[in-house]
């Protein structure tokens, strides 16, 4: 018997981590909700996901679900504990290019961070991949470029 | 001359049998990369030393550049890049900087002059480059020109901490000018400097009456 989680969010009363899944076998779509347990404005979220994660009675159905996500899921219910507002806490994981991020506390700037680990995994080259090459260089060569848009506004120093 | 060998005390002569030791620093805004570009260079050497106390991250490396021996003291920033401008010690004796933006942030590209303006505050000549940084993102950025580099006469790296894409030649190009700056400076103050403490040394005894206008007139070969 096996579970594909399907989606995924959270429950503020009790704290709880909120699973939709289909059951393999009967096709079914479920829904679990998993509360939290001793779960404080200080826990750890990273290690409050590691051992939900591992919990014997969830780990099959969240086999699907990434470990970051899960800690995702519970910073939003610490954050929910410390006074901030959903909105608050979906808005500290969004990416907005245009944002100042040097204005930004240790803690939302990790967050940020975060998001972009997405796609810094994804085009990472490892060095036991086989085709990984140390001292990698491309040249783009100066032909065929274009002047960058971002100089149009002819600023001090640009 | 300013470095007659005779007047280096011991401690500096023993670093010298290490190899050259260059200093490099890494400017740019938070998150633009700077902490994986190094982590990529260094690989299996990347061993940080933490100075939480100065928000500064410290990496050893140990490199030949022809058959000289080169050690490379990194100094990246732990968040004091929040304040937009970093202590002066950052600065100090630094041989190069690697000033690093995000291709897919233009605010960071638009930073780099408030960087490039304090590096220039504390030290007017070293080496520098302009790094374009997650080129893997947006392929289409490794086609467009930047002005700001041209403008101040300062190469441009098209690079991927991600994949690696000409990270590694950023470094070496960067450490090459570290150690031919260190070896031919061109900043007047670093020589008054190696002055002062050479002066220092030879004539402690003395009431030396050398104020910088009387080093000035002493070595012009260095204006
Ligand atoms: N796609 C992509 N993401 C990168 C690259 N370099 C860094 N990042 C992302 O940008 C984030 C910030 O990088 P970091 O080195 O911590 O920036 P720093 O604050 O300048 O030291 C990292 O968490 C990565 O997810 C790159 O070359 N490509
Ligand atoms: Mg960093």
Redesign the interface.
């Known amino acids: 018997m096996s579970f594909e989680a399907k989606r995924c969010g959270v429950q503020f009363n009790p704290p709880s981590i909120v699973l939709l899944y289909v059951h393999t076998d009967t096709k079914k779509m479920r829904k679990r909700i998993i509360p939290v347990r001793s779960f404080s404005k200080y826990s750890d979220c990273s290690l409050a996901a590691e051992n939900l994660k591992n919990h014997p009675r969830h780990r099959d159905y969240l086999d699907r679900v990434s470990q970051s996500q899960l800690e995702k899921l519970h910073i939003i219910l610490r954050d929910h504990l410390q006074g901030f507002s959903l909105e608050h806490s979906l808005a500290s994981f969004q990416l907005n290019?245009?944002?100042?991020?040097?204005?930004?506390d240790?803690e939302i700037?990790a967050r940020?961070?975060g998001q972009?680990d997405k796609?810094?995994e994804m085009?990472?080259?490892h060095?036991d991949d086989p085709d990984?090459?140390?001292?990698?260089?491309?040249d783009?060569g100066?032909k065929?470029?274009?002047?960058?848009s971002?100089?149009e506004e002819s600023?001090?120093?640009? | 001359m300013a470095n007659d060998v005779g007047s280096i005390p011991d401690l500096v002569q023993k670093k010298h049998d290490v190899g050259e030791v260059v200093k490099i620093i890494c400017l740019g805004?938070?998150?633009v990369g700077k902490s994986?570009l190094m982590e990529r260079f260094l690989?299996d050497e990347y061993r940080p030393q933490q100075m939480s106390t100065y928000a500064l991250t410290l990496y050893h490396h140990q490199t030949t550049i022809g058959n000289k021996n080169v050690v490379v003291d990194f100094w990246d920033t732990a968040?004091q890049?929040?304040f937009?401008s970093m202590h002066p010690s950052y600065y100090h004796k630094a041989h190069a900087c690697i000033m690093v933006f995000d291709v897919?942030?233009?605010?960071t590209?638009?930073?780099l002059?408030n960087w490039?303006?304090e590096l220039r505050e504390y030290r007017p000549e070293i080496p520098c480059c302009v790094v374009a940084n997650k080129i893997?993102?947006d392929l289409k950025?490794?086609?467009?020109?930047?002005?700001?580099g041209k403008?101040?006469g300062l190469p441009l790296y098209?690079v991927?901490?991600?994949?690696?894409?000409?990270?590694?030649?950023m470094f070496?190009d960067m450490i090459k000018k570290a150690l031919d700056y260190k070896q031919n400076p061109r900043d007047f103050i670093d020589e008054v400097l190696q002055e002062l403490e050479n002066f220092d040394l030879e004539k402690k005894e003395e009431n030396s009456e050398a104020d910088e206008d009387g080093l000035k007139t002493e070595s012009p070969e260095f204006v």
């Open positions: 290019a245009d944002e100042d991020l040097n204005k930004l240790d700037l940020k961070k972009m796609l810094f085009n990472k080259k060095k990984f090459v140390y001292d990698l260089e491309v783009f100066k065929s470029q274009e002047k960058c971002w100089d600023d001090d120093g640009f | 805004d938070s998150a994986k690989m968040g890049e929040r937009q897919q942030r233009k605010i590209y638009k930073n002059y490039y303006k893997d993102a950025m490794a086609q467009r020109s930047f002005n700001f403008k101040h098209y991927s901490a991600a994949d690696g894409t000409n990270v590694v030649k070496r």
